[in-house]
């Protein structure tokens, strides 16, 4: 449902937050993005083209001060974060984003979240979904209806940076019960969604969604039909082994950006960040699209 009130979009540069701002536009929503100085060459470009359909730019950046970032939200009684990056920013940024939000009048936040269940997940089972929790609880005291959109992994995601899918060699490589349903949607239709939840004035709570849910065999099964190719299903180990290789892999590096794919799969393979139940009867006029005809367009040739 369409309502006049305008939503604040951050992020409307990146991956998510740009077709989020593009799926508000196409159901004739009133929207402004923060964006951030000194932003230039394709993602002006891309901005321009959502200008040019009724995108509002308002510049700024997350560490503005909130009475800053209040001015720049002004009447939009929606803030999504669509932000991406370290726990200045998805912690202390989306923290500062929220008081902003309180300070302008705004009524609801959909933070950044976008993952599996984070809601199921413990410290230490994914750093990047430890940050969003440590989030929520530090802007828990808000009088914001905080939203939180969450959809699996997004197709784009477990074909390309999971590291499952190696196109050259042809493999489909998984750790654990190739059986175990794992939740994902495509970046496309977790806009739709969230713009469907942004748009709907009795949305609380956590929003779960999935475009499918597919076990690895089916996964590997629906690559291979979208394709053509014959690729082979090779397992890895046990979600226990994968755990260990977390460990030995976090023994080894400083940057753990270098093994969170693996986290992400461990929290998926164990289904311990498995959605319970979905959300997606509630927005029918989303109908999310297929891994296989989304591995359709986006595998590479062979
Ligand atoms: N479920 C999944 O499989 C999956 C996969 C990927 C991402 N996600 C989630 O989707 C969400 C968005 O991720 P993404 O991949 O779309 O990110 P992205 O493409 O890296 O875009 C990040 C956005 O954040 C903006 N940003 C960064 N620092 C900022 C700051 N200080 N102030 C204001 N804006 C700032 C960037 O602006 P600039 O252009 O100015 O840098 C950009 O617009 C995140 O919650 C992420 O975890 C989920």
């Given at each position: 449902?369409?309502?006049?009130?305008?939503?604040?979009?951050?992020?409307a540069t990146?991956?998510?937050?740009?077709q989020?701002?593009?799926a508000?536009?196409d159901?004739?929503?009133?929207?402004?993005?923060l964006?951030?100085?000194?932003?230039?060459?394709?993602?002006?470009a891309?901005l321009?083209?959502?200008?040019a359909?009724?995108?509002?730019?308002?510049?700024?950046d997350i560490?503005?001060?909130?009475q800053?970032?209040?001015?720049?939200i002004?009447?939009?009684t929606t803030?999504?974060?669509?932000?991406?990056?370290?726990?200045e920013?998805?912690?202390?940024?989306?923290?500062t984003?929220?008081?902003?939000?309180e300070?302008g009048?705004?009524?609801?936040?959909?933070?950044?979240d976008?993952?599996?269940d984070?809601?199921?997940?413990e410290?230490?089972d994914?750093f990047?979904?430890?940050?969003?929790?440590?989030?929520?609880?530090?802007?828990?005291?808000?009088?914001?209806?905080?939203?939180s959109v969450?959809n699996?992994?997004f197709?784009e995601?477990m074909?390309?940076?999971m590291?499952?899918?190696?196109?050259e060699?042809?493999?489909?490589?998984?750790w654990?019960?190739?059986?175990?349903?794992?939740?994902m949607?495509?970046?496309?239709d977790t806009?739709?969604?969230?713009a469907?939840?942004?748009?709907?004035?009795?949305?609380?709570?956590?929003?779960r969604?999935?475009?499918?849910?597919l076990?690895?065999r089916?996964?590997?099964?629906?690559?291979e039909r979208?394709?053509?190719?014959?690729?082979?299903l090779?397992r890895?180990?046990?979600?226990?082994?994968?755990?260990?290789?977390?460990?030995?892999?976090?023994?080894?590096t400083?940057?753990?950006?270098?093994?969170?794919g693996?986290?992400?799969?461990?929290?998926m393979?164990?289904g311990k960040?498995k959605f319970?139940?979905?959300?997606?009867?509630k927005?029918?006029?989303v109908?999310p699209?297929?891994?296989?005809?989304?591995?359709?367009?986006a595998?590479?040739e062979?």
């Amino acid at each position: 449902m369409t309502t006049a009130s305008k939503t604040f979009v951050v992020g409307a540069t990146g991956l998510l937050g740009s077709q989020i701002a593009s799926a508000l536009l196409d159901q004739g929503a009133p929207v402004r993005a923060l964006v951030r100085p000194g932003t230039k060459g394709d993602k002006r470009a891309a901005l321009a083209a959502l200008e040019a359909r009724g995108l509002e730019l308002v510049e700024g950046d997350i560490p503005d001060p909130p009475q800053k970032l209040a001015a720049a939200i002004g009447d939009a009684t929606t803030v999504i974060s669509a932000v991406q990056g370290g726990p200045e920013l998805i912690v202390d940024g989306q923290v500062t984003l929220v008081r902003a939000a309180e300070r302008g009048g705004a009524r609801r936040f959909i933070p950044s979240d976008f993952a599996i269940d984070i809601t199921k997940l413990e410290d230490g089972d994914n750093f990047m979904i430890d940050w969003r929790r440590q989030a929520a609880t530090a802007y828990g005291d808000t009088s914001l209806d905080v939203i939180s959109v969450l959809n699996g992994a997004f197709y784009e995601v477990m074909i390309g940076f999971m590291g499952i899918v190696d196109w050259e060699a042809g493999t489909v490589a998984h750790w654990g019960d190739a059986d175990q349903p794992l939740d994902m949607t495509s970046v496309a239709d977790t806009a739709a969604f969230t713009a469907a939840v942004a748009l709907d004035p009795q949305a609380k709570g956590t929003q779960r969604f999935a475009g499918e849910v597919l076990s690895m065999r089916r996964f590997h099964q629906a690559l291979e039909r979208a394709t053509g190719r014959s690729l082979a299903l090779k397992r890895l180990g046990t979600a226990d082994e994968l755990r260990a290789e977390i460990t030995r892999r976090a023994g080894l590096t400083q940057n753990p950006f270098e093994y969170v794919g693996l986290q992400y799969q461990w929290c998926m393979v164990t289904g311990k960040a498995k959605f319970d139940s979905l959300d997606n009867d509630k927005y029918p006029q989303v109908k999310p699209g297929s891994l296989e005809d989304f591995a359709r367009e986006a595998a590479p040739e062979a």
